[in-house]
């Protein structure tokens, strides 16, 4: 035998053992690609958090981003109501990893002196000045829908979830796997809301039958923004669903939620509206001390971001 054909003879079980090594290996290289996002689809939830500027925004918002962070294909709307978009919070969000939408609108205080609803102003305290601050969110949460109305219709995939989000509530992770289900609107318990440890929908054989809410029981949905969700692409399907300035405090979720759904159509989640995945809680006012009672006029640490 010489010397070549032995060489073309290891080339050839060289090459057997190729195609054999590459059509009976366990793990080909292509198998990586399949992975369980395209074989199972989730819908991207959209959540709404209108914000505004105080001592414990940064806390607040970094509480709840880092919740965030561990829902998958979700896609933040931060509404500040500010004249201009804030350094505090354009950093902070792109520090945050987050798909995020950035938007602001400042809320129009001479509008609120025709509402008579005084009661959802709170006296805002800033490191540096006091203002009244009327909370409700009303031209933030619109904006947000007209920006996602304008991506939708560019997106291919117009399928998703909308969820109005406060910066200072507690959610578990498994509201987002809630909503996810919905077809049309999904609804579950809030805890600690409206003097209540819990407000809910009742149910009854697998139907929403009524509330149990003792603050303004008369609103058409007496459930708290926390307790609800609604699929995106109804959005588009109800171009004027929005919020309006012209109701009482309290009737916001009511105001929404008549462009979509009646009561005995809501979706109960959380095992027919048993389990608390979402707390109004809120986050106590700090009290600090005035910088004019301080010793030195312009205090050290005033250019720390806190
Ligand atoms: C909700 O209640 C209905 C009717 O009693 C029942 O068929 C269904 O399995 C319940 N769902 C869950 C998730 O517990």
């Known amino acids: 035998m010489s010397f070549v054909n032995i060489k073309k003879q290891y080339i050839a079980i060289g090459m057997l053992l190729f195609v054999v090594l590459f059509f009976f290996n366990s793990k080909p290289a292509f198998q990586c690609q399949i992975t ?7 819908p991207t939830i959209y959540g709404i958090t209108p ?33 201009k978009k804030t350094k505090l919070v354009e950093n902070f969000l792109k520090e945050s990893t987050l798909k995020y939408t950035h938007l602001n609108v400042k809320t129009n205080s001479s509008k609120h002196s025709t509402v008579m609803d005084i009661n959802i102003c709170l006296f805002k305290t800033d490191t540096f000045n006091t203002s009244w601050y009327c909370a409700s969110g009303v031209e933030q949460r619109n904006l947000a829908l007209d920006w996602l109305r304008k991506h939708l219709k560019q997106s291919e995939d117009k399928r998703g979830v909308v969820y109005f989000m406060d910066d200072d509530n507690t959610y578990s992770l498994k509201v987002f796997d809630e909503m996810r289900k919905i077809n049309k ?21 697998g139907k929403v039958s009524g509330y149990n809410a003792v603050w303004k029981p008369f609103r058409p949905f007496p459930i708290d923004m926390a307790g609800f969700a609604i699929n ?28 979509f759904t009646k009561t005995e159509d809501l979706e109960p989640l959380a095992e027919n509206c048993t389990k608390v995945l979402v707390w109004h809680t809120r986050t106590q006012k700090p ?20």
């Open 51 to 83: 914000t505004y500027a105080r001592l414990a925004q940064k806390a607040d918002l970094t509480r709840l981003s880092q919740t965030l962070m561990l829902v998958k294909n979700f896609h933040w709307i931060v509404i500040e109501d500010s004249e």
């Open 36 to 42: 369980p996002e395209v074989t199972t689809y989730l």
């Open 232 to 259: 995106a692409t109804l959005f588009l399907e109800h171009p004027n669903a929005m919020f309006s300035r012209k109701v009482q405090s309290g009737f916001q979720e009511s105001e929404i939620l008549k462009y």
């Open 287 to 306: 009290s600090i001390i005035s910088p004019s009672k301080l010793k030195h006029p312009i205090p050290p640490d005033s250019h720390i971001e806190v």
């Open 185 to 205: 609107v999904g609804v579950w318990p809030v805890g600690i809301v409206g003097g209540m440890r819990v407000e809910m929908p009742l149910v009854k054989d």
